[in-house]
C-alpha cells in the first residue's frame, strides 16, 4: 500500500512536473519550464518568477530573478543599482543547452544553501534569467530541425511564431517578443548579459567558444574590461572543464584558412545589449558534442561569468560609467564597420584535419574533418574591423511626429526626448536619398536597403507640433545614432521604416509642362547651360522628349521639394 502510495505521488509529481533530471539528453517544454520555474518561485523567497509581457505566440515571456528584492518594484531597482548579470535562453529554441543549463545552476545554488556571499565576503551579483525566450519557437518542437546536432532528443524550432529569427530583431523590433526583451534590458540594465546559442559549422576539438564584442565599436574602457580583464579570467577559470575559445567563422572553406571575429551588429541580442555598455557574450557550444557535455560548459561558462562578476563588481561598474560617459562626448560616430583583410593576427588552433573522400552516392568529392587526424598549430586570425564611414554627431536630432512607430520605439529603449508644441522655422541639415539596393527576395520580413548613397544638405524647413527633438548627450548615445543616421548597418532607413519618402509623388503632363520650358530655361541660365551640354553629349536625351522635359522639370521649381527626404533633421 505505502509503494502504491509512493508510487502514485511519483506520477502526479512527473505529471505536474515532467521531466525533472536537466543533465540527460532532454530538454523542458515550454510549459514543463515555467510549471517548475514557479514551483521553484513558491518553495524559495530569493527565487521569482515575474511574468514581463507578450510574446507574439500568445503565451509570456518570463524572467526568473535570483537574489533579488523582497518584491518587483525593489528587485528591479536593486538590478539598476547593483551588479545584475542577463542571462537569455532559447531564442533559437532548437539550442536549449542554456535552459538545462540555468535550470543546473539554480538547483546547484539551492543545494549550496542559497549563498548570496562568495567565501572571501563578496557579493553575489543579482542573476536575471530569461527561462526560454522565443516562446512560438518553443512551442514547435521535433527531433529533426537541427539536422546535424548531437541531442536533445526533441527540442523546438528556429523561427518564432511569425517565422522570425528574433537574433536579427533588435534594432526593426517587429517581435512583440523583442519589445518585451527591450523592456526587460532597459528596466534591468544589466552588467553582463550572455545570449545561450549552439553552432553550426567546421568540426573541432572545442565544446564552447564565445563571441564578445566588436573591438573597434567599443569604447576604451569597455574594451580594456572585455579583452584584458574578463576573457582571461573565464579563459583561466573554465580550464578544467573544458578549453574556451573565440567563435569559429570561417574566412574560407576550412579553418586552416583563418577565422574572422563576429561582427556583432546591433540587429543582434549581443550587438544591442554592447551598444548600452554590457559586457557582453553569445555562448557557442558545439552542434557535434554530446547535448549534456554541451550543457555542462554552458554552466560552467556561466558560473566563471558569475565568478568574475563577483572578484571584480567596482571595477565592471567603473567601466562602464565612464564608457556611458565616453559615448555621450563623441564627436563622430563611426560606422560600416569592415574586416581589415590584410590583417596578421594569429591564433593557436586545435583543429581536425580536412579530408575530401569521394561521397558513394553522389560520386563527388566532399569535405569531412578526421577526428583521427588533430593537428594544433597558429592560424590566421583576422579580428581587426575599421570604420569605413563617419559622420559628425548633430546637437540634436529632429523626427517628424508622423513617424509614430519609431517614437515607440525609442521610448520604450529609453531615450530622453523632448516633444514640440508650435511651428517654427527651423535651419537644418536634411538628409536626402540619392541612390539605394534592395533585394528580390525578403529578409527576416523586409526588403532591407543597402548601397545607400547619401547626401546632407542644409535648408530652412517647417517644424510642426509633435515632432520630437533629440539630444544626442545621453547615455543611450550610441544606440540613436545606429539607429537614425540613416547610412548605418542596422538603421531604420535599412529596414524600410522610410520607403513612404523614396517613391516621388506629383509628375507632370508632358504636353502642358513643354509650354513652360522657355520661361524656365530663362530664369535660370545655369540649369540651361547643363541642358544644352547634355544634350549635345548624349544622343539618347538628345532624342527623348520625355528624357529632356524630366531633366529640366526634376531641377525647376515645380519638382516636389521633399522627394527621397528622410523625416530626421539634423542639429548642429
Ligand atoms: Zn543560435
Known sequence: MTRLIILTFFFIHLLTYGQTDWKGNTTPTYGELITYLQKLDRENQEISLYNMGASDHGQPIYLCVVNG????????????????????????????????????WIENWIKDGKPTSSKNGKSLPLIAIIPAYNVGGMHNRSSTSRANQNGPEEYGFRGSAKNLDLNRDFTKLDAENTKTFVKIYQTLDPDIFIDNHVSNGADYPYTLTYISSNKARLSPT?????????IPFLEETCLGGFEL????????????????????????????????????????????????????????FMESTIAYAIENASTIEKARKEAKKWDEEQTFFKYNFKLQNNSTDSIFFKGYTPIYPIHPITGLAQLEYDQ????????????????????????????????????????????????????????????????????????????????????QIDKSVQIKPGDVLIPSKQERAMYIHSVLQAGAEDSYLTWNFFDSYLQQKEYFSSYVFKESLGKILEANPELNKQYEQKKSEDPTFANSEWDQLFFIYQRSPYFEQTFMQLPIYMLY
Open 69 to 104: 528584492d523582497k518584491d518587483s518594484t525593489k528587485t528591479f531597482l536593486k538590478a539598476r543599482n547593483s551588479t545584475t548579470i542577463l542571462i537569455n535562453n532559447a531564442i533559437h529554441p532548437g539550442e536549449p543547452d542554456g535552459v538545462n543549463a540555468c535550470l543546473i
Open 222 to 230: 569597455m574594451k580594456e574590461l572585455t579583452y584584458s580583464s574578463c
Open 245 to 300: 575559445f573565440p567563435y569559429v567563422e570561417l574566412k574560407g572553406k576550412t579553418p586552416e584558412e583563418g577565422i574572422i571575429a563576429f561582427n556583432d551588429l546591433p540587429r543582434y541580442a549581443m550587438g544591442y545589449a554592447s551598444l548600452f555598455n554590457s559586457l557582453s557574450f553569445t555562448v557557442e557550444t558545439h552542434m557535434l558534442k554530446a547535448f549534456p557535455q554541451r550543457v555542462q560548459a554552458t554552466l560552467q
Open 372 to 455: 583521427n587526424q588533430p593537428f594544433q598549430k597558429y592560424i590566421p586570425y583576422f579580428n581587426q574591423y575599421y570604420p569605413s564611414d563617419s559622420i559628425k554627431i548633430p546637437t540634436y536630432y529632429i523626427i517628424g511626429g508622423q513617424e509614430k512607430r519609431i517614437l515607440e520605439l525609442l521610448k520604450i529603449n529609453g531615450v530622453h526626448y523632448q516633444v514640440i508644441d508650435s511651428f517654427y522655422h527651423q535651419k537644418v541639415t536634411c538628409t536626402y536619398v540619392k541612390d539605394f539596393k534592395a533585394p528580390a527576395r525578403p529578409y527576416e520580413g523586409h526588403f532591407k536597403l543597402s548601397s545607400i548613397e547619401l547626401e
